[in-house]
């Protein structure tokens, strides 16, 4: 066997993604090679004495993923830049293919824009189902049931509606089972406390069952699973078509069961299930994991966008809590497709207002300076609440998932469902939908506001025109401070069981409601210290600005700011968070006292504690999610993270001196993920990296085709003249002349360029080419001899051994 | 000489931030190397016997970047959290050190407060300026001379102010110079036009002559510099005080001079010297090249929000065009120092009004869906117009480069004055103030606004609640049309001229109102189109909406629209474009219009021209920028890149077998700026990196210390036990026994993890990891053997030669 005698060769693989190193100026050759590899429906070997690989030959599933295995985002962009160079060199050759390449162009703008519309109408969708079952718990429009309360009413034109939204068509359940309209007794309350649990049992009941039943990953918001996933990592039918479905109607039963949780979170991780599956319809993003994330990370801005009507909130939220790699293109799809979504929503007007979102309120009066006083006071209190009710929710998480509990997920829920029904229905704050809750605490006392909060002595809402006086506060004001201060406690302690149970649940609406609570307190309470001393004797600070008879104090803001402060403190949004809050009130007037509870609120609680809510969960869940925002600021070295740290070897392959047989060997033997290539077992030096699923695949394959390949086979990793030399040498002496086995080609599946570091390389260096370049190894090298390896395991749990936690809490690949 | 012999050898530098790899276990050691190196008066060497490199021998000057180079992140960054680590350490030693450290914790906040600060004061300072300059072409206040017209008549307690604005205190030149109040006669005109030309020629020159005097960078709008310096490039004084103070005055002149140029770009890159020249109070940001540009990423963003008064909008220019590391603490850092600037300017309240930006308007009418078309041929136009104007800027500015004219820049600005000035007064449209023009046509015809534009037959504007009616356009419309039309093409041209010219020039203004007069012109044909077809017979798709006679058609908003279009064709801005014009008008109604309009003014633009004018200008500059949203597409890869291209050798050390004297040999016959260190010449195996500049300035350390430092000292650039030996070696060879030179080691300049790449590495992944990871240069390897090296400068030129442009234009290392 000599020089020539490489025609002998079986070539094996090609297509791969990582085949970076193969690329060369012939790039036609290339580029053939790389078309499409999973679309061909027969996998195969090459047939020996070629080289070039041919698409035929390809292998199917080489260049995909594992269930729970992190991507490469370096090989998938670069397979998606091969995929477009032959779409732009075919351009040419005919108009099909001009056609086609067209629709490739196009197809990013065109996903986001189908993404967009159907993000909304699920949106839509979702937002009138919630409303009718919510409806449904207190009562029903006999003349036509499918219409929610405020439709039936309409319908009705009566133009005198009651306090409480009721009107002549709309009936109670207490109206229904004979009681009279205006009874107050005894009987017909506790029938409608009866109705209402029941319903909120079956509502629950059904929610958690569905959930249990046909898709697991339907519970929780998602977003702690988005941020992995969008981070590099794969959880398969985590955003399929049974997550979509069964969590849409499953957050309608949650919503209206009345437990303490909101609809928005899970939108989000829907429009992500909607842009997942959109995906699929464009094999430029559906079949590239890489690619395919930049329509999650604008999908999730949809999401935001319909859930609170903030497109621009949604495209910031997107930026700054959920994605990981975020290029400029992406930045503008997700502006496009997250007002396209609310755009459509506003057509639909599932609330009945043009502003397509429930709390839209706009105030008289501008804040004034000293107000910053009681608003960062709010940045304070907000972070406070929301660092504890992190420890407490994690807290009963881990206990949830250590002991029985976590075996009972309906149980839970039907449990937490009746105690909320029963002690949410006696308080009015608590009774009604969180996000009426919200929009009252939210709003000004006036003419459409004339609720128990707005019983003030000597005020006199007849006049729209009219300024609103500052007055002091009637009993009205009194008890309802004493029940929202029941609400507060209530909701704390009920949310803190809620989230994380086995249903659909949001954090964003309790979280609101908290801080709405809280605000409005500390609101109503500061116009009480300024009107008792109003006129002549305020303090100096005050009495520039509010001499007046005029109400300088608006409580509706201060719930406005509350919220956002606990909002801040629970999820540590910061940039998104204030601009969701002032879209939501529709004006820039707002964004200084805003900002100034957020960032109090952020430092407050990262005082407390590092994590926000979502990244507590990704770490409780032992999900490999490497933030983009927390700093490496230790002193280690490369050397001192890469396996193996001891004497046990490294598990390589030489690059032209190992058998089938000890290929396999070594497959078998070990559970490493993929293999560095070495020279030889003298001469360590690098040459290349091969990934197991390929190597495992290419070797099926070639048993698919030959069943007779002899396991003393050489497998050839390289196809540089070096590797003949040594392969001639080893031929040579282990098989002399008798029967010479073929050996096989493999090094299209090898990765000649992989990433090297040096081993005095310092950790955060690591740390950092990890998170931007979205590696999932790298190999560590001194003056080019191969040490070792680190994985973005080996990192991650470097990380939490460093910051003294339990570095096994780190679970998949 | 044996083992312990290593105890002669010198030991040189320490305290080099790129001496990364020498990162001990005992960090305290390295920590105190590092501390602040060139605070240090006194640069020495260390004494021999000692390894360890205490502060007092750093070299100052090391770890600092000459002019006209691009600085290394990783190594600043690394610097910093070194720099970090050590305040962490030491906090524990003294309250002293601990408020130190919360002093450092909290200097980043402080710093954007004090850039907001000034930011807001500046942008105060130059509005209230530039419009008293402005003012004083046309005429003075004789009671008060510092006061503009405005001011002037309000102080006069006039109610009715004539239509142009004027007022009894106020006096025309006309009226100085004896001419009657209202007379209107030739001798008047001529006399206004007269003092009108001489103002601007005296402003132009003045503004001119103090830029080419003083501050040369001050010219341009910055912008483009800005881009390339936050990408990593040292321009010495681009952001210095002179530039501040000279741009600052130079602007006022030229703005008054009536040239068609803005000064909001300019103010851009004032925000950006206030953030240089501020980051020097905290060493954190001073003293580190890669920290301070965040700093100036958020003064950037303040800037545009002092600009415009678009805080958000200011974030995300800051974002989207000019930053290059934008890390999330830099998103909420800029937002705070945005808002914080923004807030100070509406203190300030430089228009009078209480909005903070020139033009503020709001509209009564929604948009229709049908008007979408209209809105998109905006988009389109805007996009053509975009084009034809980088074109011919460009080429403009090239001939200005490469001909005589360059020469006389104070001569080319007067000449342009005059041409201006004299187009200009004729039609009123070019004679007023751009920003005044902008506003006149971004607003409503009604009561406030009853110029030449608004002369519709039967309309009648005397109340304010009553709606607006859809009108014929009276002669007053049609004389207007004719204006506009030639103001169009005036500013087209004009600006061509002006932009590049040798004093500071913004274009946001100019393209704006290019944009407005097109936007308005087509929203008169529009709304004449409506206006003629009103009632029963217009077409299907206008009735349902416009059937009264309301006017459901806004020249305004299409003037807004067409703004956006021109300004997104120029600059190729998209997101932060669209929230710049949204926070312009106050409301998110229109940001669907103003979407569709700059999408496809994007794309008409990108199809005709790959560069906005930014980039247009830094390539026509030479400057080394590396774009982050180009996509890099060619199949090439490392080894074709790299230099050496062919036999030539690589100018290498070699880690423990050279002198010094053939060390300073290569130093002397090559100009690179850093060379690779391999093992020896036999074994090319790569060790570390060393820096010219550090490797010069040890020399020259080690020369001040001791004069008689022998040539055939040997360097050591190594620490390993394997140097000794070949030390070993060479010396008993060389040198005998006879008088043995101490061993100069020189190890702690030398990066000993430098960032390398296989030879087969395709240039896309190489492209990304300069761009993500910010190298100046990496090591091309082949099985772990040193092959050459690839700078920035190569990546820029191999980029120009793949696009067939010509690389020798990118000029700076």
Redo the contacts between chains.
């Keep these: 066997m000599n020089r020539s005698g490489s025609q002998n060769i079986i070539d094996v693989g090609g297509g791969v993604g990582n085949s970076?190193?193969?690329?060369?100026?012939d790039?036609m050759v290339?580029l053939e090679r790389e078309g499409a590899p999973s679309t061909r429906p027969s996998g195969g070997i090459s047939p020996p004495l070629d080289g070039s690989g041919l698409p035929e030959e390809n292998i199917p599933g080489l260049g995909q993923y594992e269930d729970f295995h992190t991507i490469d985002w370096?090989r998938d962009?670069?397979r998606d830049?091969m995929r477009?160079?032959l779409i732009?060199k075919k351009k040419k050759d005919s108009i099909l293919e001009l056609i086609r390449g067209a629709h490739d162009a196009w197809s990013g703008w065109l996903c986001v824009l189908v993404v967009g519309l159907c993000a909304g109408m699920m949106a839509g969708v979702i937002d009138i189902g919630a409303t009718w079952l919510t409806d449904l718990k207190f009562g029903l429009c006999p003349s036509a049931f499918y219409l929610n309360k405020e439709q039936c009413c309409w319908s009705s034109n009566e133009t005198v509606i009651d306090i409480s939204g009721n009107c002549s068509l709309w009936l109670t359940w207490a109206e229904v089972m004979g009681f009279s309209k205006h009874e107050s007794g005894a009987p017909a309350y506790m029938g409608l406390y009866f109705f209402y649990t029941l319903w909120a049992l079956l509502f629950a009941t059904l929610s958690a069952s569905l959930v249990r039943m046909f898709a697991p990953y339907a519970c929780g918001s998602g977003i702690p699973e988005i941020k992995t996933i969008l981070s590099g990592f794969i959880i398969r039918g985590y955003l399929g078509k049974w997550t979509l479905l069964i969590k849409s109607v499953s957050i309608m039963l949650a919503v209206a069961a009345g437990l303490s949780l909101g609809k928005e979170g899970p939108m989000v991780h829907m429009a992500c299930c909607t842009g997942n599956i959109l995906a699929y319809l464009f094999p430029k993003y559906g079949k590239n994991e890489a690619k395919k994330r930049e329509i999650l990370s604008a999908a999730s801005a949809a999401g935001v966008s319909v859930a609170f009507g903030a497109?621009?909130g949604g495209?910031l939220f997107s930026?700054?809590e959920v994605s990981y790699y975020f290029?400029?293109?992406t930045?503008?799809r997700s502006?496009?497709c997250a007002?396209i979504a609310a755009?459509v929503l506003q057509s639909i007007n599932p609330f009945g207002n043009e502003h397509s979102v429930l709390f839209y309120v706009e105030y008289n009066n501008p804040w004034l300076f000293f107000e910053l006083v009681p608003f960062l006071i709010l940045g304070i209190i907000g972070g406070l609440l929301g660092a504890l009710f992190i420890r407490c929710n994690i807290y009963w998480c881990r206990f949830r998932k250590s002991s029985r509990l976590g075996q009972y997920p309906v149980t839970e829920v039907i449990l937490v469902t009746l105690m909320t029904s029963l002690l949410a229905y006696p308080n009015k704050y608590t009774r009604m939908n969180t996000s009426e809750l919200i929009y009252l605490l939210f709003s000004q006392c006036g003419v459409t506001n004339q609720e128990e909060i707005c019983d003030y002595t000597n005020r006199n809402f007849t006049n729209v025109n009219q300024a609103v006086n500052i007055a002091e506060a009637g009993p009205g004001v009194y008890a309802a401070m004493w029940e929202l201060g029941l609400a507060l406690v209530f909701k704390m302690i009920i949310t803190i069981f809620t989230f994380g149970m086995k249903i659909p649940a949001g954090l964003f609406i309790p979280s609101l409601a908290m801080g709405a609570i809280v605000g409005r307190m500390v609101g109503i309470g500061m116009e009480q210290i300024v009107y008792s001393y109003h006129g002549e004797s305020l303090p100096w600070f005050f009495r520039g600005e509010c001499a007046q008879e005029e109400s300088c104090i608006t409580p509706g803001l201060y719930a406005m700011v509350g919220a956002a402060a606990v909002l801040g403190g629970v999820t540590r949004m910061?940039?998104s968070l204030?601009?969701i809050m002032f879209?939501l009130t529709?004006?820039?007037r707002y964004?200084?006292p805003l900002?100034a509870a957020a960032?109090a609120s952020k430092w407050v609680g990262d005082a407390l504690g590092r994590m926000g809510i979502y990244d507590a969960h990704i770490s409780l869940n032992g999900y490999p999610f490497l933030d983009?925002?927390d700093?490496f600021?230790h002193?280690t070295?490369?050397a001192d993270v890469m396996q193996p740290q001891s004497n046990e070897p490294l598990s390589v392959f030489t690059q032209g001196s190992m058998t089938l047989g000890e290929v396999e060997e070594i497959l078998n033997s070990t559970d490493h993920n993929g293999f560095p290539i070495i020279?030889s077992t003298e001469s360590q030096?690098?040459?290349g990296f091969v990934l197991r699923r390929d190597l495992v695949l290419a070797i099926k394959a070639l048993r698919n085709r030959m069943e007779d390949v002899s396991p003393d086979a050489l497998v050839l990793f390289t196809t540089s003249p070096s590797t003949d030399s040594h392969l001639l040498g080893h031929n040579s002496l282990g098989e002399g002349g008798s029967n010479p086995v073929c050996p096989l080609q493999f090094s299209k599946i090898v990765d000649?360029?992989?990433?090297?570091?040096?081993?005095?390389?310092?950790m955060?260096?690591v740390v950092?080419?990890f998170r931007?370049?979205g590696l999932r190894q790298t190999l560590v090298?001194h003056?080019?001899?191969l040490l070792g390896i680190i994985t973005k395991k080996d990192v991650l749990r470097h990380i939490k051994r460093m910051d003294n936690e339990d570095p096994e809490s780190i679970l998949f690949n």
Tied chains: 1, 2.
């Design positions: 970076l190193g193969n690329t060369s100026d790039d290339e370096q962009i670069a830049r477009h160079r732009v497109p621009i495209v930026l700054e290029p400029l293109k930045l503008w502006f496009f007002l755009f910061t940039v204030v601009v879209e529709g004006g820039v964004i200084v900002m960032m983009i925002k700093e600021s002193t070295l490369a020279i030096y690098l040459v000649l360029s992989p990433v090297t570091i040096a081993d005095k390389t310092p955060e260096t950092d080419m931007k370049l090298t003056n080019g001899r």
